[in-house]
């Protein structure tokens, strides 16, 4: 059964609702744990099979959107994410958290090697933004959070979430690969390269994504619940996928 | 080392385009280009190599970095003509900083030391022809604050020649640190008012002269004779000046007041308006409202929310600091209010901000900006930015905010900044609400150190705006900083680990510790213990000190390691400053000996109440003619007005649904474009109860009468809050006073006036809040919002904000203000009424219109009660409140929510007969609402309202025309599309 270990500490901020959504999506247990306290028993994550970095502002993004956590993370536990990825887990990045495993070059990591290729910079409109939009999933790709998936409204909540390659190579590789997961669908709200709002890694067991599936905890947090029947919260269904994975393959 | 940081191309530079589109249309539309780069200043850093700089400082991908080799000289822009260069001035917190030192000692492995320094700037390079000197001087005012930060200007031609430097100075002046003594006993009159003004005490003569009292009373003399200590000293007499300011005591509102009302013929003596009206209405209601907690006692008012948990709620007003620096005074003012609700009982989580913000017309000419006074864009820019910021940084969604422009807010900008917080409803078998602080607990400082920023904030604020304003009492808000502290606190508190908090706020250390004190009744603070961020400070400046971030708390010996033990796991600061006693005596420890010795009785109760005169005579009846004109093109200027015209674009920047617990958003309708009436929350997951949040101001409404007013504001929270489907039997309100000085002087000759329409206020908030059974939990009053520079004077309209807080039992019978669709019935409920006083109308026009509207409370709550059991039965589709700009807006509001034509006859619509079109369509009289209704619910919603002012006037339909009709003939009419685009003309 799923247990969940969800990042906290220095400014992560969507660390409440995110545990409240692997809860509701089926998850055994879901807790928070302090990236200071990952760091003093690194083995504390051994128990879990799924790892969510959450939004936020970690240090603020005040050198660059999730950049320090990303050293201070990469610096500390390198070795024992290697692990937990090479154990066949899960690992989930929302927003900052997402802007955490790029820089951390997590995502797409084509080479296994940690280098960063792809970033999330200043929206070009260089404004913060609050709004919800529709997004669809790539059929064709290897991720097993957005298997069957088809397309979801989901609120965006960042400044910096244009999504950008090192080079056009690399564009195409993860074109090629079928590793850009998420698309803006009805807008691309920041000018991410091919309206990309997420992307896996080659395992397909890892996604980062701008929006936040776990702010859609129930039918009225969507925005149109009073002028539609919203049936279910569907941002859970993204997370139920990484449960019902590990709890389909007794992942321990 | 010089580490300068830039996009690896230009054209991807998102803040880049936001900077060139502003330059061109603040400066010169002729600006080509702009350029940015983030910049690391460096010195002594063992072990930081330039590769390692540019590690840390930059993303690989995006991003190139340049090392002692400037980004100027490069490819970047190699065209640009003006560079300007921003940092923060010594001594002014700088988060980036913070940050980039974070990150240096976790690559080296090691704490830096003090003389391993970073600073960070950022740089702008423009392209651009050459620009007048008032253009540069124009450009670089909007780089920068010079009270705040400092900047480097280089134009192309002097580059060579002039650098960019290779570290920023850095010193902070020293104090001398010393303790200073004054022998009050020889002082007389004039030497004491001295004294006040010169240490800037704020304390007028009486006050000065019951201080002198006190410390020649022979008593007083022995006691501190034994103690050891002689003439009182500076620490003492900041300790005071802070704890007896304005705003903290509220000496106005507590003020015996001989109130004459040259209308009615009356005169009265009121013993504290305070007293009088705010805590009696609640007294009142306590019985009926089982769910009060804690009332005016803590730092926020506390209620139940379900059995299991409490929620409380708070808004406190920033209006000075954010004059000054608008950015930093609004940044403060958020994260201050965060730290009241942290600091709430033994110690709530917030899960909404809320602000509201008064600023000056934003489309005053520059000419009519009194120097010294910055421009209401710039200010609104500003805050606005801080608002941005404070919330989203801290990961609280910023809910149910409001604008409000009015020239009266040229002078200082009121800047309202609230919270709401939820904790358990009780720990270890107590009320959560409860706190102690016991003799033998320690006293803890925890969060950011100890600086010369923020010195005389409180003080400041209780004083007129002018030239001389400390600029100290200005500063920049860390939300970072903050954010560790209060999830650290949120552990300890689930540990048990302290039992008294109280946050750093107004007066720093001096008011929370000498508050907290009360519990105990005495306390020893050791300043030598206090952790300051560079040395140089003043035993009486780390008292008074209002640095940010900072939370004071009481341990119990026996928690004290855990709790410490704890701070240090979660990267947090925290120092033992000195120990609770119930001696009846605050001892300050300075400079190795005992620096002060107050009373707790003194201190705290020793403060004189003021006499004050107030005197209210109705204004004169202006002619208040209605000139006829197109109505349509009444209601575009209106739906364009600031006042009431879309401000999505700068909403949208603000993380509203951070945590999840958002049901009813600012927008709503078809397009999500449309405006709410407030926020619906339900902040326990699993739980579909809620809250609402919602706001009533009006001041204009005041210049006939500040009754109507207070009535007039309440009532707008309340209607606000029914119409998002919220229990009329269980909300609560915060009062919000902001004035100019109301104390009769010779720089405030109708101080009488003012005083009256304060007293006015009181009493019209106490009637309505008794009639509608809403308590006032909390509030806040600023007393001093006058501006004078170069001799000339801006005062604020006296201006009430009441915020409300109230329950919503089911959260999925929430109601939104945008019609359905097509073919459900359109009532409009409530009484309109003729007078334009304070109305939209009115402020277009420019001209008084004399009489403003009245509340008839007792009728109001009925129907209140009414509409709110429709909308739990599920009976109504829509439901939007009337406010700026009255029915028509409302209703076009509805429709363009709904994207859907409505056609209404407004002839016999509850209210005053026979209205001329132009009262109909704009007067905005309180209580009313445009209700939409499905057919097949129409017979038992009529039901249900009878008797109450209720008229079907239309239906939607499926056209986009809006039609307004009286006696069948159109009136006004309007598509959707003209609707939609006159509302967004944005600020």
């Known amino acids: ?252 | 080392m010089r580490t300068e940081v830039y996009y690896r191309d230009n054209s991807i530079d998102g803040r880049a385009r936001k900077v060139l589109a502003s330059l061109r249309q603040n400066i010169d539309s002729r600006i080509q280009n702009v350029a940015m780069a983030d910049v690391y200043l460096t010195k002594d850093i063992k072990g930081l190599t330039p590769e390692l700089a540019a590690f840390l400082f930059s993303d690989s991908v995006a991003q190139r970095t340049a090392v002692d080799s400037p980004v100027a000289e490069g490819s970047l822009l190699p065209d640009w003509k003006y560079i300007v260069e921003v940092t923060y001035r010594p001594g002014v917190t700088n988060p980036t900083a913070i940050t980039a030192r974070k990150s240096v000692e976790t690559a080296l492995g090691r704490k830096l030391a003090q003389e391993e320094m970073i600073q960070t700037a950022v740089q702008y390079l423009i392209a651009s022809p050459d620009l007048s000197d008032s253009q540069i001087a124009s450009m670089q005012a909007s780089f920068y604050n010079p009270l705040v930060q400092q900047a480097e200007f280089i134009k192309k031609e002097e580059w060579g020649t002039k650098k960019l430097p290779a570290f920023y100075p850095y010193k902070v002046a020293s104090s001398e640190v010393t303790i200073k003594d004054f022998d009050l006993a020889s002082m007389d009159d004039a030497a004491l008012e001295k004294l006040s003004e010169e240490r800037l005490l704020a304390l007028n003569l009486t006050e000065m002269k019951s201080l002198q009292k006190y410390f020649t009373a022979p008593d007083t003399v022995a006691a501190r004779k034994k103690a050891g200590m002689g003439n009182a000293t500076d620490v003492e007499l900041e300790m005071i000046g802070q704890t007896w300011s304005e705003h903290c005591k509220h000496k106005i509102f507590s003020a015996d007041i001989d109130y004459e009302d040259t209308e009615a013929g009356t005169k009265e003596h009121i013993k504290s308006l305070y007293a009088s009206y705010i805590k009696k209405t609640t007294k009142d209601l306590w019985d009926k409202k089982p769910f009060l907690r804690s009332v005016f006692s803590d730092n926020s008012g506390v209620v139940e929310f379900d059995k299991d948990n409490l929620v409380c709620f708070k808004v406190e007003t920033h209006n000075s600091p954010s004059a000054l620096d608008p950015y930093g005074g609004a940044i403060t003012g958020i994260v201050g209010v965060n730290r009241d609700i942290i600091g709430t009982g033994k110690g709530a989580r917030p899960f909404f901000n809320t602000d509201f913000l008064c600023f000056g017309n934003p489309d005053t000419p520059d000419e009519d900006i009194p120097s010294g006074l910055l421009h209401p864009k710039a200010v609104m820019s500003g805050v606005h930015h801080g608002i941005i910021d404070g919330g989203n940084q801290s990961g609280i969604p910023t809910v149910a905010d409001g604008f409000l422009f009015d020239d009266s807010y040229t002078g200082k900008p009121l800047v309202f900044c609230g919270t709401g917080g939820i904790m358990p409803a009780s720990m270890a078998g107590e009320g959560t609400w409860i706190k102690h602080i016991n003799p033998g607990d320690k006293a803890v400082m925890i969060g950011g150190r100890i600086g010369k920023d923020g010195i005389h904030g409180a003080t400041f604020s209780s004083l007129v705006l002018d030239e001389a304003s400390p600029v100290s009492a200005v500063q920049i808000g860390d939300p970072i900083t903050q954010k560790k502290m209060s999830d650290f606190l949120m552990e300890a508190r689930d540990l048990g680990l302290y039992q008294g908090i109280t946050d750093n706020g107004a007066g720093g250390l001096s008011s929370s510790l000498g508050e907290m004190a009360e519990y105990s009744n005495g306390v020893v603070i050791d300043l030598d213990k206090c952790p300051l961020k560079y040395q140089g400070l003043a035993p009486w400046e780390i008292l008074v000190s209002e640095s940010q971030e900072r939370m004071s708390l009481a341990v119990e010996e026996k928690n004290i390691k855990a709790f410490l033990d704890l701070a240090a796991k979660r990267d947090v600061e925290a120092t033992v400053v000195g120990e609770f006693n119930d001696s009846g005596y605050i001892s300050i420890l300075g400079r190795g000996r005992l620096a002060g010795y107050l009373s707790m009785e003194f201190l705290h109760k020793g403060l004189p109440a003021m006499h004050l005169n107030a005197v209210w005579k109705r204004p004169a009846a202006p002619d208040v003619k209605i000139e006829k004109e197109d109505p349509k093109e009444l209601l575009i200027k209106i739906l364009g007005d600031p006042n009431v015209s879309s401000r999505e674009t700068l909403v949208r920047q603000y993380d509203h649904e951070v945590g999840a617990v958002s049901v009813v958003k600012p927008f709503v309708g078809k397009n999500s474009d449309a405006p709410s009436d407030g926020a619906v929350l339900k902040p326990v997951y699993g739980s579909s109860k809620g809250v609402t949040v919602t706001h009533g101001i009006c001041p204009r409404v005041g210049d006939w009468d500040t009754y109507n007013m207070a009535q007039c504001a309440v009532d707008e929270a309340f209607r606000s809050h029914i119409a998002l489907g919220g229990d009329p039997e269980s909300a609560s309100v915060l009062d919000n006073f902001c004035w100019p000085d109301p104390v009769k002087s010779a720089k405030t000759p109708d101080g009488e006036y003012k005083l009256a329409q304060l007293v006015r206020t009181c009493k019209g908030v106490n009637r309505i809040c008794l009639d509608y059974g809403l308590p006032l939990i909390s509030g806040k009053d600023s007393m001093k919002n006058d501006a004078s520079m170069n001799g000339k004077k801006v005062s604020v309209r006296p201006t009430l904000l009441i915020s409300l807080m109230g329950m919503i039992k089911d959260t999925k019978k929430a109601m939104t203000s945008d019609f359905k669709g097509c073919c459900d019935y359109i009532y409009i409920l409530g009484k309109t009424t003729g007078a334009m006083g304070g109305s939209t109308y009115e402020k277009i026009k420019g001209k008084s219109m004399g009489a403003s509207p009245s509340v008839d409370t007792k009728g109001a709550f009925k129907m209140y009660c009414q509409l709110a059991s429709a909308i739990e039965k599920g009976l109504v589709a829509s439901c939007h409140d009337m406010s700026d700009g009255g029915l028509a807006v409302a209703l076009a509001e509805s429709a363009m929510g709904g994207m859907c034509g409505c056609d209404v006859d407004l002839s016999g619509i509850p209210g005053d007969a026979g209205l001329d079109d132009i009262r109909t369509l704009f007067a905005e009289s309180p209580s009313r609402f445009v209700i939409s209704v499905k057919k097949e619910n129409a017979a038992e919603f009529e039901k249900l309202m009878a008797g109450a002012p209720l008229k079907k006037a239309g239906e939607t339909n499926c056209s986009d025309a809006v039609a307004f009709k009286k006696d069948g003939k159109t009136i006004l009419s309007i598509t959707c599309d003209e609707i939609v685009k006159a509302w967004k003309r944005e600020i």
């Open chain 1, 1 to 252: 059964m799923a247990k969940v270990a969800i990042l906290t500490g220095y400014g992560i901020n969507a660390d409440n609702e995110l545990k409240e959504a692997f809860l509701r999506a089926g998850a055994k247990q879901a807790d928070r744990i302090h990236i200071n306290d990952m760091i003093e028993k690194p083995e504390i994550l051994d128990d879990y099979q799924i790892l969510g970095f959450p939004g936020g502002f970690s240090f603020g993004d005040h050198l660059g959107s999730g950049l320090v956590m990303a050293h201070l993370f990469k610096q500390n536990l390198k070795g024992v994410l290697d692990k937990f990825i090479a154990k066949g887990k899960l690992i989930i990045g929302i927003c900052n958290g997402f802007q955490v495993l790029v820089k951390m070059g997590v995502l797409p990591n084509f080479d296994g090697n940690w280098t960063q290729e792809v970033s999330l910079i200043h929206n070009n409109t260089g404004v913060f933004e609050n709004s919800w939009l529709n997004v669809r999933f790539n059929p064709d790709s290897p991720c097993v959070w957005t298997k069957g998936l088809k397309e979801m409204d989901i609120p965006i909540r960042h400044g910096e979430g244009r999504f950008i390659t090192k080079d056009k190579a690399t564009l195409e590789r993860i074109k090629a690969l079928h590793l850009d997961t998420v698309i803006y669908n009805d807008r691309n709200p920041n000018g991410s390269e091919c309206d990309i709002a997420g992307i896996t890694d080659t395992t397909g067991r890892i996604l980062g994504l701008m929006p936040h599936p776990e702010a859609f905890l129930t039918p009225e947090n969507h925005p149109m619940w009073r002028r539609q029947e919203i049936k279910e919260a569907a941002g859970l269904a993204l997370l139920k996928n990484g449960v019902d994975y590990i709890d389909s393959r007794n992942i321990k």
